[in-house]
């Protein structure tokens, strides 16, 4: 189910000014007079788990700012076999400018909050805005940095330090409240134990056994089998081998 919220009004939009994607994602880099030439022709949706929000070859027509939840990027192989490549968060920018067809499947992991513009118009703000350009520009290396550690992690890393490798990537990404200094954090799981084990190549009996020791050796608490609680997460980090 979608809901549509109305997002416009004189000046800077009223939901821009606390926006997250506003002051840390892409749109930082707009001036007022664009903020409000971008909401006019924007639309802000609530969009529940499993959705598919870009489908792979599928033509773009539009892009979006992630504004809550967690999204999925998949790539499908011509048998029809699936593997996740990638996570993205609050408040990255979903798709890819100046290409026709998407490379992937975007799937909602969780209910996702989005707000999204038309190609046309983002794309005409790239070539007038050196600083979106720029911002987009900042977030795209920062995502092949993080591909690139992840290729390490798949590729070298033990099933145990593997689990706690993902476990600090939700830490660090989807707790409102992570603070790296504080030593703790609390989160729900976005993926499931299968769609785990599809991340990062194991089996779901692999993932689980590893939950179980990171629990039984008290890294981790686990509540509802999605909740985690991380009391030291210096704990974590040596698990994980960073």
Request: net charge negative; proline share 4%.
């Amino acid at each position: 189910m979608i809901e549509r919220l109305d997002i416009h009004s004189a000046g800077i939009p009223v939901l821009c000014r606390a926006c997250e994607a506003r002051h840390r994602g892409v749109c930082g880099a707009l001036d007022p007079d664009q903020l409000v030439a971008l909401a006019k022709t924007s639309s802000k949706h609530r969009v529940t788990s499993g959705a598919e929000l870009i489908g792979d070859m599928e033509a773009v027509d539009g892009f979006s700012n992630i504004l809550s939840g967690v999204v999925k990027l998949t790539k499908t192989l011509s048998d029809g076999r699936e593997q996740i490549v990638g996570l993205q968060f609050a408040p990255d920018f979903l798709g890819r400018p100046f290409r026709e067809e998407s490379a992937l499947t975007a799937q909602a992991a969780t209910d996702v909050s989005l707000c999204s513009f038309p190609r046309a118009t983002i794309e005409g703000m790239l070539k007038r805005s050196p600083g979106l350009e720029h911002r987009l520009l900042e977030q795209t290396l920062r995502e092949l940095d993080e591909a690139r550690d992840w290729m390490v992690t798949l590729g070298r890393k033990t099933a145990g330090e593997k689990v706690a490798s993902f476990l600090m990537l939700i830490a660090t990404y989807i707790d409102p409240e992570f603070d790296p200094r504080s030593g703790s954090a609390v989160f729900d799981l976005p993926l499931t134990r299968a769609e785990i084990a599809d991340f990062l190549g194991l089996t779901i009996e692999t993932v689980s056994r590893q939950l179980t020791k990171l629990k039984a050796d008290k890294v981790i608490e686990i509540e509802n089998n999605r909740r985690i609680t991380v009391e030291n997460i210096e704990r974590l980090r040596f698990r994980a081998g960073l």
